[in-house]
């Protein structure tokens, strides 16, 4: 005599399906598009603190295996608990899947901070590795020439930091870029702190869905 199926209970039911959401979206956060919140104004007037935007993996490859950083509770300034991939696994991190180009001058790139793993960052791309950047009276020159990219002509660059300072030309490293921030006088970046490796980027900043004034493509 065949045996009947017992039927799951409405609350396994209920807990299977929110896994499997939490799966679903923990992949394509992962691998296609990830929301970001602009934390400050250094990307002003291109993007302001509260803006909610879309981050596209897809154009430039999303990374193999993309980088964790959890923690989780705090007891005197240090995390109760803190979640990281295992020693043997972190070079997947630094592989890109196949995307559709290479970043380019004038995207706006979200990246992990250099300095710090645990950060991500958002500033538009300035040069690739390879290139030299110098700026001068405001105006950021490649290999010695100017750029008449609009994206960059609208912004004034100011001379700061070590990398960036007045006079000065620096050559960024093959498989890095240098990046700086709209607000460039308000812009913690490439000026101060040196290059981004390829590896390190997220994604393309696209769209920004939040708040509903806001919505727009971004340039």
Known sequence: MPQTRKPKSSVREWVESILIALVLAVFIRSYFIQPFKIPSGSM??????????????????PQALPPMFWDIGSQDGNPLLSV????????????????????????VIVFVYPADPTKDFIKRLIAVGG????????????????????????????????????????????????????????????RYWGFVPESSIIGKADFIFWPLDRIRIIQ
Do not use: C
């Not at 002003?44 to 879309?54: C, Q």
């Not at 990281?84 to 995207?107: A, I, S, Y």
């Open 44 to 61: 002003r007037m291109t993007l302001i603190e509260g803006d909610h935007l879309f981050v596209d993996k897809w154009t430039y490859g």
């Open 131 to 190: 290139e030299t950047v110098a700026i001068k009276d405001g105006t950021i020159y490649i290999n010695g020439k100017e750029i008449t990219d609009p994206r960059l002509k609208r912004t004034y660059y100011y001379n700061r930091g070590d990398y960036g300072a007045e006079g000065q030309t620096v050559k960024v490293p093959l498989g890095y870029v240098f990046v700086m921030g709209d607000n460039s006088g308000s812009s913690y970046d490439s």
């Open 84 to 107: 990281r991939w295992p020693n043997v696994l972190l070079p997947m991190t630094k592989v890109r899947l196949p995307g559709f180009r290479k970043p380019r001058r004038g995207d």
